[in-house]
DNA sequence: GTCGCGCTTGCAAGCGCGTGCAAAGCGAAC
DNA sequence: GTTCGCTTTGCACGCGCTTGCAAGCGCGAC
């Protein structure tokens, strides 16, 4: 089958008339290779089609150049909009991206680390679910850097990056006290991660605190179609909530359709909507979505510089953590106050 | 910086007494190992946090298990669909997915393949923008295969998987004038793709073997923004258009929100909409909309097991090219014939 | 006891590359 | 002409792994 090899740098070697290891150096920046041995080995490397091979230059360098993604729901919104930055970001660091599925099941994560390994990653980026102890530790022994988005997990030597999803939560209630709201709601979703039981937290704080109780339902996904569902449950409770608070955009936007084109109510008149993320749809004018824009720039920007610069383990222990803020962008799911 | 570094194959037979060799037959399928020396191998393997490293594997076997997804707008919800399935299906198959993200400057997609010919990737699988015919060929002759998604080249080597996009735009213009359309119109991006000019011929084609015209208009890309922009010229015509086919999802979701907040427009009762590709959001309530379906699946069934198979060079050349029928999914934003 | 067969196992070569080391080349200073 | 210092170059080793080859082993048949 392999009928055609890839072309060595021996060949190239033998074409330019030099030894190997003018080849090698030639292509290793920052070694000692006159200019003239450079351009004959430049010349022979295009004309034969020679391409480094970063397997063994990995094997030799102990540094693959390949950085782990280690994903679940791919096809949402806001994972491929954070999943494009990340890439992007990466490559322009000189690195490339290995992209790992998971789903639910247990373990999932843990063998999506296992491959990481296999390949010698030099950092793996997890978005989604949380990786058993023992892995991460053996991915730290190895020499493996390790970057959490949203996780909130507690163990040392991970980058963490993670929102203000307390605070943003305060932030909205008080936005929906301020449009005349009298009956707030909270739409959860049932996967209960940090970020999402962080938002209802502070949700219901500053509603309390504000002197207004919080209604909480949670259900399903995070996803669009659990937003109908939950629209289904809340909007037909005795006292109908007039301020929801929506976990995600999906949610939101799901929650929105029911409650126009079901219980034909009007937002904002009637219904104030809130969503979190920012994802492309919630600018579209159907729903218009006032909500949280996830700093998807900032979150690979900072991942990408922790990498970049090695993530030195002698840095004051809170340099391994970053909390960014969730920008509010306002629009027509909520009442001017 | 790399203080320790990975375990490997010598330090397992070590402590499990055995051969560096017998470490490696055991964690290839099918050597000859006596059950005795697997499970000791496999033990120490456990113990050491072993596992093997496919760069190093790959240098022997020539066979790097990568495979390499060159794409751009992976934001975009029918590409993050298509990726999704594309990764997990390459997952099952003992593969892994590196991505590589393009743009649409010159010579984009040509630096994805380089970074996939110096990982000596198995296979290539494009999903935009077109590479120039000189690195295709270095790919075919290094022994790497290549897959062109919707992209319809005519260069012999790489699998071609299309749509039937010509016939799909037929369907669709017998379906509006079943439902008493009387002024047809397909809303198209500037991109030219064969396969968006194929939906376009195919639509105007047979609009006018059924005795009506086809107003066309092309602009931007192929989302959301750039629908509303063809809303806004399409229905400020004299002649109304009361049928429109856009040629993607998202074009269509963006002209119906401008048809209907901006026009003031009652889908379907004044105006017909149809898309394609089978969005999530397509099935939304606020859209509702009647498109074609992306057999997404098949595409990346097509495409995994073409690789697994290693692609017979000898094949007959009509198998080199695959075309899969669009499925129609009928919902509100066209009447009832 | 001997032979032959089949299964295991270790040896050693080599995949393509980077890099330390020493030799070579070269120019300037004496 | 000799010496010194710097840059360039080739050699050879090793990264971690697979695999052909031949030796080793156990065992039944003769």
Known sequence: MPSK??????EVAE?????????????TP?????????????????ALGYHVNHLARGLMRNESGIVCLIVSDVATPYRSALLRELT????????????????????????ALQQ??????????????????????????????LVLINRDDDQPGPL?????????????????????????????????????????????????????EVVVER????????????AQRMLTRAERPDGVFCATDLLACGFMDAARHQFGLSIPDQL????????????????????????????????????????HEDEPEGAHSVRLKAELIWRGSIRKG
Chains 1, 2 share one sequence.
């Open 116 to 145: 990481a390994i296999r390949y010698r990653a030099d950092a793996s980026i997890i978005l989604s679910g949380l990786p058993d102890k023992s892995i991460t530790q053996l991915c730290l022994r190895s020499g493996q850097r």
């Open 5 to 10: 090899l890839f072309v060595s740098a021996q």
């Open 160 to 212: 963490k990056i993670n929102l203000d999803d307390y605070e943003s939560g305060g932030r909205i209630a008080t936005a929906f006290v301020r449009a005349g709201c009298k009956t707030l709601a909270f739409a959860n979703s049932e996967a209960g991660t940090p970020s999402l039981m962080g938002r209802e937290r502070g949700f219901i704080a500053a509603a309390t605190k504000l002197g207004l």
């Open 30 to 46: 920052g070694a000692s290779v006159s200019a003239d041995t450079r351009r004959r080995v430049l010349e022979a490397a295009e």
């Open 219 to 230: 259900y399903g996904s995070t996803g669009y179609e659990a937003g109908r569902v939950l």
């Open 88 to 111: 992007i970001q990466l490559q322009n660091a000189g690195k490339v991206a290995m992209f790992v599925n998971t789903d639910r099941s247990d373990g999932s994560v843990d063998r």
């Open 272 to 311: 104030c909507v809130a969503g979190f993320d920012d994802i492309e749809q919630a600018s579209w004018s159907s729903f218009n979505l006032t909500t949280f824009a996830q700093p998807v720039m900032a979150i690979a920007t900072q991942a990408v510089k922790w990498l970049a610069t090695g993530g």
């Open 15 to 27: 074409r330019a008339g030099v030894s190997r290891s003018a080849v090698s150096r030639t292509f």
